[in-house]
């Protein structure tokens, strides 16, 4: 077991744990709805561009939407039925283009991806996994095919698998990795015929034994996989920090772990590489947590990519107590969300809800220059700057002092004492660049 409590003590934060009314409860088959919504931006990258038609007779696990470009993913449906409507709706990330299918509930299935998992080359491999539409389901929805298709002179020696859950509620992965560890292992072992793997590791916080005892019988004795166990601090499962923290290598800024020979990869991506290789089904469903205080049954549930959230509340029984905000994501990351008619999408590991009284905003105060922000940042940013280059309008300056480095993990809001909204301004600051270089 790692011990690194001193090393990464100031660069992170100890955060209440409130795990426990879902993380002894088994993965459930959530509910079937009657309406499907699949947003065609569920995916970093250009958005998918629709391939059926309203009026369209679909099969489970048809694709309705092509990926458009090398930064993309496939999108397929998780029902049967017919196509509604596809128009812009409110989704995770604001408005943006959609499918609605009505669901028939025969689950009419379409072919599978494949008809063999026999004398399947690397090339076949890979091909399959960007067929499927595999994007990371962490959250941070890069598509899976493209994270593992190095430029030409980048080698591959190092695989981390993602099983450090760091986010306050969420126990969805921590659930997976008891009752799937079988089909992670298989995952990773397609992933290790890809590459000339040296070393791989699955990241775990030491808060998650039962976890690290279901993967341990899943790997045997097989000496390739190595399980880390790592300190249970926010935001240790940020791909950056695992990186750092079990091979120490840094990624450049405005790099990517391929800069430095390694592949991270999230549990859920694992599992759904095994599905997509070894029975030819394309991303159709993931495992997403539901839970908080106003939740009246907390749980972690198996659901189809395009359920609406309100189906999954009223599974819970609802609430017991008005809720303050709806959260896609956890408190320290997560994004709010003010509809139960937003669908839950491939990055979707948990949906939080948080009391009235804990989303009372307390008024802001000046800085006291207390440089907590920068202490807690794991990427070794300093937030007030940014924070303030944002609100001077000065984007420029905001993009030097390393902007577009944040891995919004919302530290620096949690820890600053003056009640600046350091992560939002970054983020406003972030989505300027971006704009910026778009146009140009």
Not at 28 to 33: C, G, L, M, T, V
Not at 312 to 324: M, P, R
């Amino acid at each position: 077991m790692l011990n690194m409590k001193l090393k990464y003590s100031r660069q992170g934060a100890y955060t209440e744990e409130r795990k426990s009314r879902t993380e002894k409860k088994p993965i459930i088959k959530a509910p079937q709805s009657k309406t499907m919504i699949y947003p065609m931006n569920m995916h970093i990258g250009a958005p998918a561009e629709p391939i059926i038609e309203v009026g369209d007779d679909v099969n489970m696990g048809q694709l309705i939407a092509e990926k458009k470009g090398f930064v993309s993913a496939n999108i397929y449906s998780s029902v049967s039925g017919t196509v509604e409507v596809i128009q812009e709706m409110m989704t995770m990330h604001g408005p943006h283009l959609a499918i609605v299918i009505k669901n028939d509930f025969k689950d009419t299935p379409a072919p599978a991806l494949t008809s063999t998992q026999e004398d399947l080359t690397s090339q076949d491999k890979l091909s399959l996994i960007e067929q499927a539409g595999i994007a990371g389901m962490g959250g941070a929805t890069f598509p899976t095919h493209v994270k593992l298709s190095p430029p030409k002179g980048k080698s591959i020696d190092t695989l981390i698998i993602n099983g450090a859950e760091c986010e306050t509620y969420s126990t969805a992965d921590h659930r997976l990795m008891i009752e799937s560890a079988e089909e992670i292992v298989a995952g990773i072992k397609e992933l290790l015929t890809l590459f000339p793997i040296k070393q791989t590791y699955i990241a775990i916080e030491t808060n998650v034994h039962d976890s690290v005892a279901a993967l341990k019988h899943a790997i045997g004795d097989d000496k390739r996989i190595q399980i880390k166990e790592l300190e249970t601090i926010y935001p240790q499962g940020a791909e950056k920090r695992l990186i750092k923290t079990l091979v120490n290598r840094e990624v450049p800024s405005g790099g990517l772990p391929l800069d430095v020979h390694t592949i991270v990869a999230n549990v859920s991506t694992v599992r759904a590489v095994y599905l997509a290789i070894q029975k030819g089904l394309p991303l159709m469903d993931r495992v997403t947590t539901v839970t908080g205080e106003p939740i009246k049954d907390p749980q972690n549930f198996r659901v189809r990519i395009g359920t609406p959230v309100q189906v999954l509340i009223d599974a819970c029984g609802g609430f017991v107590e008005k809720t303050g905000k709806m959260l896609h994501g956890g408190p320290m990351m997560g994004k709010p969300i003010t509809s139960g008619q937003v669908p839950i999408t491939k990055g979707t590991s948990v949906i939080s809800f948080l009391p009235k009284e804990e989303v009372k905003v307390d008024e802001r105060t000046p800085c006291i220059k207390c440089a907590e922000c920068l202490n807690v940042c794991p990427v070794n940013l300093q937030p007030v700057l940014i924070s303030n280059a944002y609100e001077q309008g000065d984007i420029d300056a905001a993009e030097r002092l390393g902007a577009m480095d944040c891995i919004d993990c919302g530290n620096c809001s949690y820890i600053c004492p003056a009640n600046i909204p350091l992560l939002d301004n970054i983020r406003q600051a972030k989505t300027e660049i971006k704009a910026r270089k778009e146009q140009s």
